[in-house]
């Protein structure tokens, strides 16, 4: 069973930053790529981007390109989506998750990730 937190959301002004942590335990250790998938109110859920295990490859949606940035540090299980230059659509609620070991690099679809974090809520005030 993996666990993930995710944390570092809060209230901010556009064109302000933010630093998200997603904090993964359990076992099996996750040798996975992992991506960030945010939820505004009435709207779907849309993957931000997904970052390869190794931390090498990243890959993010259009709307963000530019202004996050997705790294990760495997020592502490904890993958990281730094986000600057923030817009007042931006605010979300964000999860970090595990994509499914068969899903494709690159997927837009949020049922390709299976473990998922609580989330946590970034709203950027305009």
């Known amino acids: 069973q993996v666990q993930l937190v995710d944390s570092g959301g809060g209230l901010v002004q556009a064109g302000g930053s933010l630093r998200l942590s997603c904090a993964a335990s359990g076992r099996p250790p996750i040798p996975s790529t992992m991506g960030w998938i945010r939820q505004a109110l009435g709207k779907e859920r849309e993957v931000v981007g997904a970052?390869?295990?190794?931390?090498?490859?990243?890959i993010y949606v259009d709307s963000v390109k530019e202004r996050f940035t997705l790294s990760r540090d495997n020592g502490k299980n904890t993958v990281y989506l730094q986000m600057n230059r923030l817009k007042a659509e931006d605010t979300a609620v964000y999860h970090c998750a595990t994509l499914h070991r068969g899903a494709r690099w690159g997927t837009r679809s949020q049922y390709d990730y299976d473990y998922w974090g609580q989330g946590t809520q970034v709203t950027v005030s305009s």
């Open positions: 970052i390869n295990w190794s931390g090498t490859n990243a």
